[in-house]
């Protein structure tokens, strides 16, 4: 079986620790420890792994989710717990992409593309948005900074959760495209 995962990385509040998530909502019945890597399991099934000082595998200046993990840090990261737990671990990206707001009423419409226009939810009610604002959104099933899966926040069909607004020089070719910037006004 091959798990898909994302990675979180805080070193001013865990020092050198990451977290692979798998399963976020999982209480982990059974723990473990292998040298630095700690695979978490509930039911004999992988829900999380922690590497301890991975200053000594890799070195990252990021803090929070890692929307985007490169070729040769999904490698590491699988080989890693591959050798110590032998499991397969891959991780995936979460990215947040850029739409503009179409309608408000009588549900939230986004553009995501020229002429893709999709249902939208909203991680935290914000009043300021109004039509023709540019938008943060997450696809349905990704996940997001607090750990949790954009769809929990989404309805059936509600395609994008909407976690942001972006604000400066954007034009309506940038729709899709990723950004990184996460910004809540």
Do not use: C, W
Request: cysteine-free; aromatic content about 8%; overall charge negative.
């Amino acid at each position: 079986m091959i798990y898909q995962a994302s990675l979180f990385f805080n070193y001013q509040v865990y020092k050198d620790t990451l977290f692979i998530v798998i399963d976020n909502e999982a209480i982990p019945d059974q723990i473990v420890h292998k040298g630095d890597i700690v695979g978490l399991y509930k039911e004999k099934k992988l829900i999380g792994v922690n590497i301890f000082n991975s200053n000594n595998y890799l070195k990252l200046r990021l803090s929070g989710l890692i929307h985007n993990p490169n070729e040769p840090l999904i490698n590491l990261i699988n080989t890693l717990i591959k050798q110590a737990l032998e499991e397969d671990v891959l991780l995936v990206s979460s990215p947040v992409i850029l739409g503009q707001l179409i309608s408000l009423t009588p549900s939230l419409l986004v553009e995501v593309s020229a002429g893709e226009k999709v249902k939208a939810g909203i991680l935290e009610e914000d009043s300021s948005l109004k039509e023709g604002d540019y938008v943060l959104l997450s696809l349905k099933g990704s996940r997001l900074d607090n750990g949790e899966l954009s769809s929990a926040y989404l309805k059936a069909d509600e395609k994008y959760l909407i976690v942001g607004s972006e604000i400066g020089d954007i034009g309506d070719y940038e729709l899709g495209s990723e950004t990184y910037s996460l910004k809540k006004d």
